[in-house]
């Protein structure tokens, strides 16, 4: 802290906590079988999206329980496209995760 002429009258050194480094994993999605894409997350992460191929779509919140779930079934329609989850923390995209498509 400073005191009224702007001298330094106390210092100390302090650690900041990054808390929990985000996860993102994803489960197997069988086209023609699955209707979502789903998996689990720690640390941060808020909301999750989906992006095929080119085209990314719109993001949706997580579940507090650690786990989330998009529904894909008409955006997934072969095993030859990449298909990746995105998740967002607070501050935007954090980790991208490629899913398993068969």
């Known amino acids: 802290g400073y005191d009224d002429a702007n001298t330094v009258i106390i210092q100390k050194v302090v650690t900041i906590d990054p808390g929990v480094a985000p996860t993102l994993t994803t489960d197997e999605f069988v086209v023609g079988t699955t209707k979502e894409v789903t998996g689990k997350f720690t640390g941060g992460i808020k909301y999750v ?54």
């Open 49 to 102: 999206g989906i992006k095929v191929g080119d085209t990314t779509y719109d993001r949706v919140p997580v579940s507090s329980d650690g786990t989330y779930k998009y529904y894909a079934k008409d955006k997934i329609k072969d095993t030859t496209t990449k298909v990746t989850v995105l998740g967002y923390d607070s501050v935007g995209l954090a980790l991208e995760v490629e899913v398993t498509v068969k």
